[in-house]
Structure formats: structure tokens, C-alpha cells
């Protein structure tokens, strides 16, 4: 059974920064596409990141200030964020790419 724990967010001013982690267990890590997707109040759920061996993707919106990465000892792949701006609020889930494997959810404010 494939669990993924999130971990992070909260409330930040707008240019801040936050990193968000998602630890796996119940598949092999390593080799499995990792993502995290975003839903903001009133919009559908949208891809932000994702990341595979040896490549990594980004929505053109975060492109720049987010980072996405992995630590596969750790089965953690991690969403550091920054230049953080109000319409980077949003509940952010991580997910097994090709599975419908879900992190719970971890809501992100960006306020002043």
C-alpha cells in the first residue's frame, strides 16, 4: 500500500519562501516519477512540478522560483519554494506519478 506523508506549508508573506516534503513508503522510490500538483480556491487541481531520473518539469508559472528534488535514501521528494506570491495560494499534493497515489494535502498561504 503506498503511503505519502506531507510535511511543510503554512503562512508566508509574499517574497518568502517554504519547502514542502513528501515521504513515500510501499513502492520503490527510486524509480517512480514523482509530482506535485496544487488547487487553489475555485480552480481545478493543476501540475507544478515533477521530477524523474534525471529530469525535471515545471509549470511556466513557478518556473524560476520553485525547485523540486529528490533524496531517494530518504524516499522524500521535496518542493522548495520561493519568491512565494498570493496566487501561489493553494492546498499542494504530492503524488506518484502514473499511480493515483496521493499525499493528503498541505495548504500553502501566501499573505502580507
Known amino acids: 500500500q503506498v503511503q505519502l506523508v506531507q510535511s511543510g506549508g503554512g503562512l508566508v508573506q509574499p517574497g518568502g519562501s517554504l519547502r514542502l516534503s513528501c515521504a513515500a513508503s510501499?513502492?520503490?522510490?527510486?524509480?517512480?516519477?514523482m509530482g506535485w500538483y496544487r488547487q487553489a480556491p475555485g480552480k481545478e487541481r493543476e501540475l507544478v512540478a515533477s521530477?524523474?531520473?534525471?529530469?525535471?518539469k515545471y509549470a511556466d508559472s513557478v518556473k524560476g522560483r520553485f525547485t523540486i528534488s529528490r533524496d531517494n535514501a530518504k524516499k522524500t521528494v521535496y518542493l522548495q519554494m520561493d519568491s512565494l506570491k498570493v496566487e501561489d495560494t493553494a492546498v499542494y499534493y504530492c503524488?506518484?506519478?502514473?499511480?493515483?497515489?496521493w499525499g493528503k494535502g498541505t495548504l500553502v498561504t501566501v499573505s502580507s
Open positions: 521530477i524523474s531520473i534525471g529530469s525535471t
Open positions: 510501499g513502492i520503490i522510490f527510486s524509480i517512480n516519477p
Open positions: 503524488k506518484v506519478m502514473g499511480m493515483d497515489a
